[in-house]
């Protein structure tokens, strides 16, 4: 007997065996061939789900002589399988990505998602350090202007190198801050004071660029104009507190 015979003989025991499972439970049945489909070519987890698909049809045929145990005794009981390599044959799909492969992502994608969120705070601190937009890189009326699709945004290349001490004084600062709420979150005053100051440094620097968008948008919310620039103070420090609070709760691992 060749060893494609002895396969073909060990496959037609087995679809038996789970015809057998099948009709007393098909979603057993389907569980078991799933089971060793997805073994692949593992000749350990191959030879452990063949097992199980004997074992229940074996399972299976005793509880029926059991119920019936006049009737003549029928040789069903399926063979055990030699020891030899199984290559099953995967179900076809119309799927491209297995959500598994999609799932590994999301770690890699929640860290950087965290760090961007941290990125906000620093550039929040620089520029509220740095005196604002309007003493960094471009004035607030020219943004102002931008949002009402006036005039662009002079962003130039030299701006990047304007007051290079307060910006690093800026990031220093933030990184202590950021430090300080890592090792005392949630325990005592400290966290909290530290978590304020990041919110009241971020809000001072997104001020400039943030209000005027984000009160044109309670405007056209339909709420008051004399409302509007409180509102859009309040969305702010919404946003301040997420960029202050999010980032060690995705980074940081405290069990």
Do not use: C
């Not at 009326?141 to 030299?158: R, W």
Request: charged share 20%; aromatic share 8%.
């Amino acid at each position: 007997m060749t060893a494609a015979a002895s396969q073909g003989d060990i496959l037609q025991r087995i679809n038996k065996a789970l015809a057998i499972i099948a009709s007393e439970n098909v979603d057993r049945a389907v569980e078991l061939e799933a089971s060793l489909t997805k073994a692949g070519k593992d000749k350990n987890a191959v030879r452990v789900a063949v097992n199980a698909i004997f074992d229940e049809a074996n399972r299976i045929i005793a509880e029926r002589e059991r119920q019936a145990p006049a009737e003549p005794r029928v040789q069903a009981t399926p063979v055990q399988p030699k020891k030899t390599t199984i290559r099953s044959t995967p179900t076809a799909r119309s799927t491209v990505v297995h959500i598994r492969k999609i799932e590994k992502t999301r770690p890699w994608f929640e860290r950087l998602l965290g760090v961007i969120i941290l990125l906000v705070s620093f550039i929040g601190s620089i520029f509220a350090v740095n005196g604002g937009w309007d003493q960094t890189w471009v004035s607030s009326d020219a943004i102002a202007g931008a949002m009402q699709y006036v005039a662009p945004v002079p962003f130039t290349s030299s701006a990047l190198l304007l007051n290079v001490p307060m910006t690093l004084i800026a990031i220093g600062l933030q990184s202590f801050l950021t430090y300080t709420q890592i090792i005392y979150r949630g325990r005592n005053w400290r966290y909290i004071l530290s978590l304020l100051v990041d919110m009241i440094l971020t809000t001072l620097g997104f001020y400039d660029v943030a209000i005027p968008p984000l009160s044109k948008i309670a405007v056209a919310a339909w709420i008051p104009t004399a409302w509007a620039w409180w509102i859009a103070l309040i969305a702010l420090v919404g946003i301040t507190f997420g960029s202050s609070w999010i980032p060690e709760k995705i980074l940081i691992d405290r069990d």
